[in-house]
């Protein structure tokens, strides 16, 4: 890696908004894009054997330009697929690619890709040397700190090692163990403890190499501790859930001197976004499941939420109706 593409990926990326299946798809992006101009955002996992064997290739790689920076996440274990889907991944515009080895969903795992490569890594690296050959994009990596018992920190460090050597630009490393058998991925966000210590033991031993700390994060001040030891944090079901918590991410983590938009605001801003999403066929709740998370710790913000839900599962809801529920919002200081 060289000294610039280092520096590069260090300066402008220091907090990220985590891949989350069934979340951050690109309407939920835009919306984050709304809050914060400079966080990476990535897609949901994309399995790299479905997108090479779909005729609807746009279904998996589509983005909208206001996104950027965003990052594209493959999961899979086939080098000479990931080949291709590295030259994809370009050709379509993405920033970066990254290489997920922390999923511990069963189905994930049984296809021997997701946590399960973290006990393989010479296979792991065969995959990045694959994707760093084929592109000249930044190549990442998400991983957790172990696997079921294969969970000690030499197992850590030779993996990283191993994964460096192979050319990864930086590691995302959720500072958990998997445990692949017993736990569902729900209960494998939480039940394994937390062990930032691990996390910065690597860093300190490896400080050459750009180390992200992913994991339990619930505040922008967490995070900005955090940016004391790490190279970068990454927050995943904490800003899916409560995104405007995170509405100072450009003030306090980048330094820009702009103030944080209010919900209305936002809302306003993804109108026409929106009546281009219903125009096109789309539905309203492809986007309003993710909206609806703006709304909370105002006076009456579960009748609001309650009331576009409804109406998005209906179909009876209008860019008029939206316009009047939003100038409410605002009326109302938020």
């Not at 399995?47 to 290739?57: F, P």
């Not at 994009?137 to 030499?154: Q, Y």
């Not at 930086?170 to 736990?183: D, E, M, P, S, W």
Request: proline residues 4%; aromatic residues 8%.
């Amino acid at each position: 890696m060289s000294l610039i593409q280092s520096n590069s990926i260090r300066n402008i990326h220091k907090l990220s908004i985590a891949p989350m299946m069934d979340c951050t798809d690109k309407h939920f992006r835009m919306i984050m894009r709304k809050i914060s101009s400079k966080a990476l955002l990535y897609t949901e996992m994309i399995v790299a054997q479905s997108l090479l064997y779909t005729d609807k290739k746009e279904n998996f790689l589509d983005f909208n330009d206001e996104e950027h920076p965003i990052s594209i996440q493959f999961g899979g274990d086939n080098p000479e697929i990931l080949r291709e889907a590295a030259q994809m991944a370009q050709d379509w515009g993405y920033d970066e690619i990254n290489f997920n080895v922390g999923c511990p969903s069963p189905r994930v795992c049984s296809g021997n890709f997701g946590a399960s490569l973290m006990k393989d890594p010479d296979r792991v690296a065969k995959c990045i040397e694959s994707l760093k050959n084929n592109c000249n994009l930044p190549v990442t990596i998400k991983h957790r700190i172990g696997v079921d018992n294969a969970d000690s920190f030499n197992n850590l460090n030779n993996f990283v090692r191993c994964i460096s050597n192979a050319g990864a630009d930086r590691f995302t490393v959720h500072a958990r163990k998997a445990i692949l058998k017993g736990l569902n991925p729900k209960q494998n966000r939480t039940i394994p403890p937390l062990k930032y210590d691990v996390v910065k033991k690597l860093k300190k031993i490896n400080s050459e190499l750009l180390i992200e700390i992913n994991g339990g994060f619930t505040n922008i001040d967490e995070s900005l501790k955090a940016l004391n030891d790490f190279d970068g944090v990454m927050i995943g079901r904490s800003v899916y859930k409560h995104p405007l918590r995170w509405s100072e991410i450009d003030q306090k983590i980048y330094g820009i001197n702009t103030k944080p938009k209010p919900a209305s605001d936002i809302i306003f801003s993804l109108i026409p976004y929106i009546e281009k999403h219903l125009n096109n066929g789309g539905k309203s709740w492809d986007i309003c499941k993710h909206l609806i998370n703006l709304i909370e710790g105002i006076p009456k913000a579960k009748i609001w939420r309650n009331d576009i839900s409804n109406k998005s599962i209906n179909k009876e809801l209008d860019i008029k109706y939206l316009l009047k529920m939003t100038t409410r919002l605002q009326e109302m200081g938020y």
